[in-house]
């Protein structure tokens, strides 16, 4: 056996390499996978798992804040809408009920003027009927004073034509 240990002991002498020591070493390094493994790969991986699931909630939040962000635009978007929409409603309502005061206040300004027109021409009319009758009253008069004379003296045809020229010049500086 010590020819078997010489022989692998020159060969592996040879070639720089001894078994024993490899077989010591690796028997450590197996030792210090399994510790490794133990101790540092499982935290490491722990720490590594925990990391990736922050990862994912905060991928998850930056989405949901997005979409909720989104949602809140095109609600904002929709109520500007809405908001334009009211807007141009009031100025249209404005606007027609701005035209219709003005049709209003056009033919309430007719019907006054239509009323202080009929007012004019009634008191017109009563002034002219007043006119008449006091026309009318003077003739009558004239006619009986004209009467009075006649029948007081008897006159001439040139008298009497005197006499109603001269009645007609009073009622005419009467007037």
């Not at 028997?27 to 490794?36: A, Q, S």
């Not at 404005?94 to 027109?117: C, F, L, P, V």
Request: cysteine-free; aromatic content about 4%; hydrophobic content about 40%.
């Amino acid at each position: 056996m010590q020819a078997l240990t010489g022989f692998t002991t020159i060969y592996a002498s040879l070639a720089g390499l001894q078994v024993g020591t490899m077989l010591t070493q690796l028997f450590f390094f197996l030792v210090l996978i399994i510790l490794l493994r133990k101790f540092a790969w499982g935290p490491l991986m722990n720490v590594m798992q925990q990391r990736e699931e922050h990862v994912a909630s905060e991928i998850e939040s930056a989405e949901q804040s997005r979409a909720e962000a989104e949602k809140a635009q095109n609600e904002a978007a929709e109520q500007l809408k809405q908001t334009k929409q009211e807007a141009q409603k009031i100025i249209e309502d404005a606007r027609n009920a701005g035209s219709k005061q003005e049709q209003e206040i056009i033919d309430n300004a007719r019907r006054e003027a239509e009323q202080i027109k009929q007012a004019a021409q009634n008191e017109i009319e009563n002034e002219k009927e007043k006119a008449i009758q006091a026309l009318q009253d003077q003739v009558g008069s004239l006619s009986v004073q004209i009467a009075s004379k006649v029948i007081e003296k008897e006159i001439s045809e040139q008298d009497q034509d005197k006499l109603i020229d001269e009645y007609i010049k009073e009622a005419g500086e009467k007037r």
